[in-house]
Each structure stands twice: as structure tokens, then as C-alpha cells.
């Protein structure tokens, strides 16, 4: 009888299949215009969960993917995820979104209530007329679902966001600005709803003690980050976001609201701004393809993939045509040239991977099922899927910006 190979190997293997696979679809199927590689990450993380590898092929499964390979795949994932949200919450620019203030609330307030709406609409029904046991988690209460749902449907990725805006060549330019101003508003909200929708009664003394510590230590960590050289604030800035992170899940909240709170607290300008981009692209390339397979290790098929698949398109509906008529509606009111609103709105409605995050919060706190959880990323991937080919095109007739 053979012995098991050591876990280092097991855990390389598992490394093996997590950067070859997607990137070897993308590359040799040339998926980029419809799927581009962050897609293929997501999805080859849901092929290679239980899902589907572990369905088809237990055996080998069960060999590679052993509890204490996963338990180092989670660290990775944990961490990724942590520098990801860190770079999201380092990008917002208040002072650009306070001088466009109307500008920026009415498009960033419709862009994400409109959405919120219909993805409530829906959480609600599968409460009303469905089995809510199959759809919310066990510590889960009805506003919680509701509103949690809700929320991850107006959900716009920032950094993913970042990335299509780099690939269509408007970054840089008015239009680019603009989005990531709107973009940038929603993120803040979303994450403040649901620091409330997670708040934890018993942990309320802890909470407030997080919140009071937290805005002390922003004075102090700023006025450090003026003090400092410019080439010691990257190492600074990963302790103050492993400490935000610790401090928020000790108080009840998640890990990642603390990671989003301790880029949002910091200024983009203290960093310079390619060493940033390169950050943020190191990130997604070495470590979040891990977070990824601990994404797909999450689906969950149990109540039939018809139903699972049926509530996805419909929860997919809602965060398209939510996002398109809420951006729509604020282009009316504020007076914009003809096809800014499609374009904007179709960017904004990307969700990718800060979704994901999301509704992974909401998965580790129990207040949805993994059949919701794999509604919800089936969603996500479609949102995102739909970007790229339906905004390439309206973006080349659109005349440049002055």
C-alpha cells in the first residue's frame, strides 16, 4: 500500500492546476474579448471545486485537495483577498468626487438604488414563494437577506473596473475619471451597509470600540504616512492592514470590511501611481487565482442546478437592468450627451470579483445558503462576461474626449 505524497507536493500540485488550467483556456481558446482571464479564473475555480472535479473525479480530488492543503490554499485566498479590497478602498479620491458632488451623487445614488431594488424585489420572493431554508443561511434573518442580497446586485468592481477601463484606453481620460468617481461612491456605501447588516448584538461593545479605536488610529497612521520616506509606506501600509483587518473580525464585522476601510483611509497620492497599478496587478496574478479555487470550492448544486441556474438569470436581470436604468435616469436629470449612459452604465454594472467578495461575507456569516451563494457567482460571472463585448464597439463611435 502506497503512502499519501507529502502535503508540500499535494499543495504544488494543487497550484499546478489552479495557474495552468485557466490561463491555458484563455490563452489557447483566445476568451479575452467575452471572458477575459479573470473570468476563466472564476470559472476554473468552479470546475475544479466538488462541484464538478470532486463529482467527477472523487478520487483524485479527495488526493489533492486535502484538508490541510485547502487550510494553506485559505491563507493565500484570505490574505489576496485582504491586499485586493486594500487597493480597491486606496483608489477612492474624495476630494475629485466632492468637487463633482451633484454630478457624482445623483449618478452614484441611482446607480446603485435602482439595482438594490430589484435585487431586494427578488430576495423577497424567493423568501415569499420559494423555501427560504433552500436560499438563507441558518443565522440569516429576513432584512438581513433582503438587504444583503440587495446590495450585492449594486455592487459595480472597482479594481476589475480599473482593469477594463485600462483595456478600453479611457483610464486616464473625463469619462474614466468620472466612472471610477461613481464607482468609487457606491463601494463606499455598499461596504458601510453591510459593517450594518453584519453587526453582531452581543459584540456591540466590541463594535464600538472598533469604531472609536479606528477613527484615533486614522489621525495617528496618517500623520505617520506624511512623516515617513516614501519607500518605507507599502510595508507600513500591509501592517496597518493586517491590524484593520484583525480588529474588525475581533469585533464582529468581517476581515475585509477592515481591509476596505484601511485603503479608504489612506491617500492614493501618498503612493506613487504605476507602483500602485503593478501592485494591484501582481496581486491579481500570483495570489488571487488561489482566492478563486476557494471561491468554487464554496458552489453547491444540492437543490438542482435548474433552480440554481433560474434564480441566477433572474438575479442577473435585475443588476443589468437596474444598473442601466438607474444611470439612465441620472443622464436624463443632469443633462449628458447621447451615449454616455449606456457606456457608463454598462461599466458599472460589471461585479466580478468585489461581488464575490461580498457575498462571500455574507456566505462565512451564514446569512445565505451555498445554492445562494452559487445563484449570486453565476450572476457576477455573467455581469462581468457581458462588459467587454457590450461597451468595446459604443466606446469606438463615441468622439474622443476634449
Known amino acids: 500500500?502506497?503512502?499519501?505524497?507529502?502535503?508540500?507536493?499535494?499543495?504544488?500540485?494543487?497550484?499546478?492546476?489552479?495557474?495552468?488550467?485557466?490561463?491555458?483556456?484563455?490563452?489557447?481558446?483566445?476568451?479575452?474579448?467575452w471572458a477575459p482571464l479573470v473570468v476563466v479564473q472564476i470559472v476554473a475555480g468552479i470546475l475544479l471545486g466538488p462541484g464538478v472535479l470532486g463529482a467527477a473525479l472523487p478520487g483524485y480530488y479527495t488526493l489533492i485537495f486535502t484538508p490541510q492543503v485547502i487550510g494553506a490554499l485559505n491563507g493565500i485566498?484570505?490574505?489576496?483577498?485582504?491586499?485586493?479590497?486594500?487597493?480597491?478602498?486606496?483608489?477612492?479620491d474624495f476630494r475629485e468626487a466632492w468637487r463633482?458632488?451633484?454630478?457624482?451623487?445623483?449618478?452614484?445614488?441611482?446607480?446603485?438604488?435602482?439595482?438594490?431594488?430589484?435585487?431586494?424585489?427578488?430576495?423577497?420572493?424567493?423568501?415569499?414563494?420559494?423555501?427560504?431554508?433552500?436560499w438563507m443561511g441558518p443565522k440569516g434573518q429576513d432584512w438581513q437577506f433582503v438587504t444583503g442580497i440587495g446590495m450585492a446586485c449594486a455592487v459595480t468592481a472597482l479594481p476589475i473596473l480599473v482593469l477594463f477601463l485600462t483595456k478600453l484606453g479611457i483610464l486616464r481620460?473625463?469619462?474614466?475619471?468620472?466612472?471610477?468617481?461613481?464607482?468609487?461612491?457606491?463601494?463606499?456605501?455598499?461596504?458601510?451597509?453591510?459593517?450594518?447588516i453584519l453587526l453582531d448584538w452581543e459584540r456591540m461593545g466590541r463594535q464600538a470600540g472598533f469604531v472609536i479605536g479606528f477613527g484615533a488610529a486614522v489621525w495617528a497612521v496618517r500623520r505617520l504616512m506624511i512623516a515617513i520616506p516614501k519607500r518605507d509606506r507599502w510595508y507600513c501600509a500591509l501592517v496597518w492592514l493586517a491590524a484593520c483587518g484583525f480588529l474588525a473580525d475581533w469585533s464582529g464585522l468581517h476581515y475585509m470590511v477592515g481591509a476596505f476601510l484601511a485603503g479608504a483611509a489612506l491617500d492614493a497620492s501618498w503612493f506613487d501611481l504605476d507602483e500602485m497599478d503593478q501592485f494591484r496587478d501582481v496581486v491579481l496574478l500570483a495570489f488571487m487565482p488561489v482566492?478563486?479555487?476557494?471561491?468554487?470550492?464554496?458552489?453547491?448544486?444540492?437543490?438542482?442546478?435548474?433552480?440554481?441556474?433560474?434564480?441566477?438569470?433572474?438575479?442577473?436581470?435585475?443588476?443589468?437592468?437596474?444598473?442601466?436604468?438607474?444611470?439612465?435616469l441620472a443622464g436624463r436629470i443632469l443633462g449628458w450627451k447621447k451615449g454616455d449612459a449606456t457606456v457608463i452604465g454598462w461599466l458599472l454594472q460589471t461585479k466580478a470579483l468585489i461581488m464575490i467578495i461580498f457575498v462571500s461575507v455574507l456566505f462565512d456569516?451564514?446569512?445565505?445558503?451555498?445554492?445562494?451563494?452559487?445563484?449570486?457567482?453565476?450572476?457576477?460571472?455573467g455581469s462581468t462576461m457581458l462588459t467587454i463585448p457590450m461597451v468595446s464597439s459604443r466606446i469606438l463611435q463615441m468622439r474622443p474626449e476634449e
Open 1 to 33: 500500500m502506497t503512502s499519501a505524497p507529502p502535503v508540500t507536493e499535494l499543495f504544488l500540485l494543487a497550484l499546478i492546476l489552479i495557474f495552468s488550467v485557466p490561463y491555458l483556456v484563455w490563452r489557447l481558446c483566445r476568451t479575452d474579448h
Open 77 to 92: 485566498a484570505w490574505w489576496a483577498v485582504m491586499l485586493f479590497v486594500f487597493v480597491a478602498g486606496l483608489e477612492l
Open 100 to 134: 463633482s458632488r451633484r454630478d457624482t451623487v445623483v449618478t452614484a445614488g441611482l446607480a446603485m438604488v435602482m439595482p438594490m431594488a430589484l435585487g431586494a424585489a427578488v430576495a423577497a420572493a424567493l423568501l415569499r414563494f420559494g423555501n427560504p431554508a433552500a
Open 173 to 196: 481620460s473625463p469619462l474614466g475619471q468620472r466612472i471610477l468617481r461613481y464607482a468609487s461612491l457606491d463601494d463606499v456605501i455598499i461596504w458601510g451597509v453591510l459593517a450594518v
Open 291 to 328: 482566492f478563486f479555487l476557494s471561491t468554487g470550492l464554496r458552489t453547491s448544486w444540492e437543490i438542482g442546478g435548474y433552480a440554481i441556474f433560474g434564480v441566477g438569470l433572474i438575479l442577473l436581470a435585475a443588476m443589468v437592468i437596474g444598473k442601466l436604468a438607474g444611470v439612465g
Open 365 to 381: 456569516k451564514q446569512l445565505i445558503t451555498s445554492a445562494t451563494f452559487t445563484a449570486l457567482l453565476l450572476a457576477a460571472l
